[in-house]
C-alpha cells in the first residue's frame, strides 16, 4: 500500500520541548496538506505546499510552527516550545489536483 | 467565509434503521463535497466524493447527494449496523483547502 504516511503515530512530550513529524505523500501527488484536529472539533487547515513552495499558511500557524518540504517529497512540521494547547491530532494529506485529498493516519500529540 | 455545520451532532439509532445525516456549507462556490468516517482516536476515512458536477455518488450502503444551489450535502446510510458507529464529517473544498464540519457522532447499537 502507498498511501499517505505519518510518523511518530502518537508522541508525548513535556511542555517547553520541540517536537518533530514527517509525513510522506503518495509518491505522484505535488500537493501536501497539513491539518490539525482537537477533540470533538472537525480538521482546520494549517498550510499546503505545492512542490517544494509553501503556498498558504493558516493563522493557526503560531511562529512556535514551521513547515517544509525539501525536495518536494516528504514534509516536516516542527513545534517549538510546545504548549499544553498544541495537544491534538496533526493530519497530513496529499492530491494529484486539488479537489480530491488521500490523508494519512495522523500523528497524536499529546502535550503533558 | 466557508462555514461548514453538520446536523445532528450526535445520533444513537438501533441496528437495520435508515438514517440520514445532514451537511450544509454557507458558500455555494464550492468545487467537490467529501463525506470521511473518523473512528475514535484514529485518521480519517474517505467515504465518498462528489464532484461538483455530479448531484450524488453511492458506495454500498452508502449514498450522497449534493446540492449546491441550497447549500446542502445529505449522506443516507441504509440498514445500519453496529460497526458503522464513528463520527461522520463533512468537508468541502475552497479553493486549496477542506473545510471541515464539526461532525456527527453516530453510535448504532444491536
Known amino acids: 500500500d502507498t498511501g499517505v504516511s505519518q510518523n511518530p503515530r502518537h508522541k508525548i512530550t513535556k511542555r517547553g520541548q520541540n517536537v518533530t513529524f514527517r509525513c510522506d505523500p503518495i509518491?505522484?501527488?505535488?500537493?501536501l496538506y497539513w491539518y490539525r484536529q482537537t477533540l470533538g472539533q472537525g480538521p482546520e487547515f494549517l498550510t499546503y505546499?505545492?512542490?517544494?513552495?509553501?503556498?498558504?499558511k493558516s493563522r493557526l500557524l503560531s511562529d512556535r510552527f514551521s513547515a517544509e518540504r525539501p525536495k518536494g517529497s516528504f514534509s516536516t512540521l516542527e513545534i517549538q516550545r510546545t504548549e499544553q494547547g498544541d495537544s491534538a491530532m496533526y493530519l497530513c494529506?496529499?492530491?494529484?489536483?486539488?479537489?480530491?485529498?488521500?490523508f494519512g493516519p495522523g500523528t497524536r500529540l499529546t502535550v503533558t | 467565509k466557508q462555514e461548514v455545520t453538520q446536523i445532528p451532532a450526535a445520533l444513537s439509532v438501533p441496528e437495520g434503521e435508515n438514517l440520514v445525516l445532514n451537511c450544509s456549507f454557507t458558500?455555494?462556490?464550492?468545487?467537490?463535497l467529501q463525506w470521511f468516517r473518523q473512528d475514535p482516536g484514529k485518521g480519517l476515512t474517505s467515504l465518498l466524493l462528489?464532484?461538483?458536477?455530479?448531484r450524488e455518488q453511492t458506495s454500498g450502503r452508502l449514498n450522497a447527494s449534493l446540492d449546491k444551489s441550497s447549500g446542502r450535502s445529505t449522506l443516507y446510510i441504509a440498514a445500519s449496523q453496529p460497526g458503522d458507529s464513528a463520527t461522520y464529517l463533512c468537508?468541502?473544498?475552497?479553493?486549496?483547502?477542506?473545510?471541515f464540519g464539526t461532525g456527527t457522532r453516530l453510535q448504532v447499537f444491536p
Open positions: 494529506a496529499s492530491s494529484a489536483n486539488p479537489y480530491e485529498q488521500y
Open positions: 462528489i464532484q461538483s458536477s455530479q
Open positions: 458558500d455555494s462556490a464550492i468545487y467537490n
Open positions: 505546499f505545492q512542490n517544494e513552495a509553501q503556498l498558504e
Open positions: 468537508a468541502a473544498y475552497n479553493t486549496d483547502k477542506l473545510i
Open positions: 509518491s505522484e501527488h505535488n500537493r
